[in-house]
């Protein structure tokens, strides 16, 4: 059977790695009746578009967004601080599943993609809402354009180094700019910095090799089945390990006891750059289906489809979602501007 969240009312207190502030990661309880999911097709479509590429009213409008979504009351689950919540909840073991006394755990297995994907889909809705604004779009972390140039796309975008409403202290402050993203970082920075070139070859590489040659099946890409009752965590996909992980324990501060805020599950979407990150790893979900050879194709098992998740909308409602609502980002409502994939066609 499928993994379900079945309400919120179950949420206990999460488990925080060592050294954590405590925080309680629970949503505030929700009033009115669950509803279930639904397009809306009277929206206006939503371009995604690449930070490193935003001009500057777009700019002003993304940090407005993020200065009204912090400004919000505490206990409204729209508020910054509890969407952050919202990934700690998910990740640290603070959800039951429904009927089963199993935790829900999103992280290492097949709910990876779909989930997260959601996830942005909300908060960008609720963005929008707080600007009155419906063709509000949330960037994407183009990480893995490796081309040389500026303004570049695989350092940490300046729309996250300027403006208080986007910026997060806690980051790792050797991997600002001019320092190229490492996409197999080790969690080490021993040794000399490479040269761009030689980054710039590595972080091709790591590509293939996750995104074309080792994830030519479903469950290569997605990860591990996990179904109602399963043990947590039964093995993410290539992408879900690197460059997903990568990136985030790269950007996270390294001072922090576990590099706090993106490097550990917790705290990782209380930086806004997470949200960014997310729109690259959900764009490179489209792109992957569209990469030829193998089969490239969402799993068709209905203990996936059927996996369903609850979100608050930008109406405070609480929302039952399945996966299989979340496999075409136009019937979202989005889609990602073509930045070009190099990397699919450079076989190291
Ligand atoms: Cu839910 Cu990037 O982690």
């Not at 790695?17 to 990661?25: D, E, K, R």
């Not at 030689?198 to 995104?211: P, V």
Request: aromatic residues 10%; neutral net charge; proline residues 9%.
């Amino acid at each position: 059977n499928p993994v379900e969240l079945g309400s919120i009312s179950s949420c206990s207190p999460a488990e925080l790695p060592p050294g954590a502030t405590p925080v309680n990661c629970c949503p505030p309880p929700n009033s009115s009746p669950i509803v279930d999911f639904q397009y809306n097709t009277r929206l206006p479509q939503r371009l995604r578009r690449p930070a490193h590429l935003l001009r500057p009213d777009e700019i002003a409008r993304y940090n407005r967004a993020y200065q009204l979504m912090r400004a919000l009351p505490a206990s409204d689950p729209r508020r910054f601080s509890q969407q952050a919540n919202v990934h700690c909840a998910y990740c640290n073991d603070s959800f039951r599943q429904a009927n089963s006394r199993s935790e829900l755990q999103i992280h290492d297995s097949w709910l990876f993609l779909p989930w997260h994907r959601w996830y942005l889909y909300f908060h960008e809705r609720i963005l929008g809402k707080l600007l009155g604004d419906d063709t509000f779009a949330l960037p994407f972390w183009n990480w893995d354009n490796q081309a040389a140039g500026s303004p570049l796309a695989n350092v940490i975008p300046s729309a996250y180094l300027n403006q208080a409403p986007l910026i997060d202290s806690l980051r790792n402050q050797q991997h600002l700019p001019p320092r190229l993203v490492d996409l197999n970082y080790s969690g080490q920075d021993s040794g000399p910095i490479p040269p761009d070139s030689t980054q710039r070859a590595e972080n091709n590489a790591l590509m293939f090799q996750q995104i074309v040659s080792g994830s030519r099946t479903p469950s290569l890409f997605f990860g591990q089945a996990y179904r109602a009752g399963d043990a947590n965590a039964p093995g993410g996909g290539t992408i879900e390990n690197a460059p997903h992980g990568t990136v985030h324990v790269w950007t996270g501060s390294a001072a922090a006891p576990n590099r706090e805020d993106m490097g550990t599950l917790y705290s990782a979407a209380r930086d806004p750059i997470f949200f960014a990150h997310h729109g690259n790893i959900d764009r490179l979900w489209v792109v992957w289906k569209t990469l030829p050879g193998g089969r490239r194709r969402d799993p068709t098992d209905t203990d996936w489809l059927d996996a369903k998740f609850l979100f608050y909308d930008e109406n405070s409602r609480l929302v039952r979602v399945r996966v299989r609502d979340a496999l075409t980002t136009e019937q979202l409502g989005y889609s990602y501007q073509d930045t070009g994939n190099a990397w699919a066609s450079a076989r190291p």
